[in-house]
């Protein structure tokens, strides 16, 4: 079903916002035969597209380089490309040097030459067009990086890409269509051939300045972000997607549930090994041996996922609760930022939630890819002999869930089920979302997964100190940066103070992870609402005036709504250097 998810969602692009500067590049090859000029140009693209999606999956900030200095290489080759469809000359030219190595790289690449040169072209394009992508390519690349590298994960990247070589194909065929209705009729070979090479040159300018994510973003009404996430919803239960690292609505929200109560599988119970965890906190080393005859509930989180904090709640209350019956909850912490992996701030993050059930560090994922889980948060339900017999994966449905813990425990004890739930009154970020009026997605700061919903004039710098300027307005969902910021792949550091970060959003609560780039630092900020301090709408994070205090890598609850849900404009100043933000979550 994924695979089907990731073909739509690739066919999406056509529409976006970001894709428009490459489609000129498509379009020019519409005034050649295909098999020659559309076709090679169409699978250049969509190998470059997956190719690159995999190797991205390895991470490190040498493979970001590497692939900004393949954007600028694409940039110049379209750029000559475009040259090319103004000058015959200069196609002759350029290309006398591959027609002496014998490549035959399409000597009349701007007049109509052959299937190499084209291929060459679907390459550039597609490292143009790599990071124009929507929330289902953010899954199978975030998923990828956690599972590592496999077949399954080139599989969807190719059906990402073949969706959007279809959807393609449909445009640059139309168009061949009509070049050759004006060349026939109009005689306009010429002036066709040179309006192609000046919308090429137009959009290798449009990609280099960075409007194609800034100006055009702002202003297109075609959004597909919407549309992928309403078909990721629509995945049937206990599918199990490439990732659900990040919205409410993919991760926390959906309350998809795998398997019920069945026979499992008698291999289950090496999962219980834990086998590859770093460290234990609460406890010492688990096993199977230890958890030998016990029911036992897994459950997956990372101490800044606002899903899994409002879960945790319910599963120390379980913990406690059947403890004396048989129940060991064993919490597995897989990081999804880097921060997350010091284990200084997951003992704070422990002492702070309040959990007491052990805890096992799982900074490599060797846990999580034993159980090739997906999920943040995810629980797994083992009977007393060691198998999996339900798993659910998400928040909610807790009472579902305590009832088959309860089931178990009467299976190892002999006895009735034990009727009655945990009631749990959880504040602050711990408290249950109002998914009734929650329109805003979460949203990354840094550049590896954020979204085109960026507005600061310009567009999105990776890795360089910019001097940001906020918009005069910002639609809803759309974000801005202002003052001199570096965007990194995880998060955004504010280099100089009075920087400030704003978001439109929708949600009766607005959560931003947050930490210091000096660890200890402390640094001031203050938080308005349209302009105002939050009085009543303040977080658990910050005081009625909106001030407020960095103190650790961590979420900050920032606003709770009291009144009536409605657009609303967050800013947020930060007074001193050293802010790093990384994600925005709502609820």
């Not at 399409?106 to 929330?135: D, M, Q, R």
């Not at 499992?264 to 041996?289: H, I, K, R, Y």
Request: contains cysteine; glycine residues 12%; charged residues 15%.
């Amino acid at each position: 079903m994924f695979f089907v998810l990731s073909y739509l969602a690739g066919a999406l692009t056509i529409v976006s916002p970001c894709i428009l500067p490459v489609l000129p590049f498509v379009f020019a090859s519409g005034t050649r035969p295909f098999r020659r000029g559309g076709l090679p140009l169409l699978i250049g693209l969509a190998a470059t597209f997956a190719l690159v999606g995999s190797v991205a999956t390895l991470g490190g900030n040498w493979l970001t380089q590497a692939n900004e200095a393949g954007r600028w290489l694409a940039l110049s080759l379209l750029a000559l490309f475009g040259l090319m469809l103004l000058s015959s000359g200069l196609a002759e030219r350029a290309m006398q040097p591959l027609v002496r190595l014998g490549e035959k790289l399409a000597a009349k690449a701007g007049e109509g030459g052959g299937f190499a040169g084209s291929f060459v072209l679907g390459i550039a394009t597609g490292l143009l067009w790599a990071p124009c992508a929507g929330p289902v390519l953010g899954l199978i690349l975030t998923g990828a990086a956690l599972s590592g590298a496999n077949a399954r994960t080139v599989l969807l990247l190719l059906a990402y890409a073949a969706g959007a070589a279809t959807s393609l194909a449909v445009a640059l065929l139309a168009g061949s269509r009509v070049f050759t209705w004006l060349k026939r009729y109009l005689g306009a070979d010429r002036w066709v051939r040179r309006g192609l090479g000046v919308a090429v040159l137009l959009g290798v300018a449009i990609i280099a300045t960075g409007m194609d994510r800034g100006l055009l973003t702002r202003y297109s009404a075609a959004n597909t972000d919407a549309i992928e996430q309403w078909l990721i919803a629509r995945l049937p239960t206990g599918q199990a997607p490439a990732a659900m690292t990040g919205s409410g609505s993919m991760t926390g929200s959906t309350g998809m549930t795998g398997t019920g109560i069945g026979t499992g599988e008698p291999t289950d119970s090496d999962l219980l090994q834990f086998a590859g965890a770093v460290s234990w906190l609460n406890s010492a080393p688990l096993d199977a041996a230890a958890l030998k005859g016990k029911v036992v509930v897994v459950d997956f989180w990372t101490y800044s996922c606002i899903n899994c904090l409002r879960s945790i709640p319910y599963t120390e209350a379980w913990a406690r609760k059947y403890a004396d019956q048989g129940l060991v909850v064993i919490g597995v912490h897989s990081p999804e930022f880097a921060f997350e992996r010091d284990p200084d701030n997951v003992k704070r993050a422990i002492r702070d939630l309040g959990i007491t059930y052990p805890v096992a560090i799982d900074n490599d994922y060797a846990i999580w890819r034993a159980f090739q889980n997906q999920y943040w948060p995810a629980h797994y339900f083992f009977d007393a002999t060691g198998r999996i017999r339900y798993q659910h994966f998400g928040e909610g449905k807790y009472e579902q869930s305590e009832g088959v813990i309860q089931g178990l425990l009467a299976e190892r004890n002999g006895a009735k089920p034990a009727v009655g739930f945990v009631q749990v009154n959880a504040t602050g970020s711990q408290a249950a979302s109002d998914e009734t009026d929650l329109q805003s997605p979460e949203t990354y700061i840094g550049y590896r997964r954020t979204s085109d919903q960026f507005a600061s004039a310009g567009g999105l710098k990776p890795d360089e100190a910019v001097l940001y300027a906020a918009p005069g307005d910002l639609p809803l969902n759309d974000w801005a940066l202002a003052g001199n910021w570096t965007v990194k792949p995880e998060q955004a550091t504010l280099n100089e103070p009075s920087g400030r970060l704003l978001f439109k959003f929708h949600a009766r609560d607005l959560h931003l992870v947050l930490g210091p780039s000096v660890p200890g630092q402390a640094i001031r900020f203050r938080v308005t609402i349209d302009g105002a301090p939050p009085g009543e709408d303040r977080g658990a994070d910050i005081a009625a005036d909106g001030t407020g205090m960095i103190d650790g890598q961590r979420l900050y609850q920032l606003v709770r709504q009291s009144g009536a849900v409605r657009d609303r404009l967050f800013e947020i100043e930060f007074l001193d250097p050293g802010a790093q933000a990384y994600a925005f979550t709502f609820g």
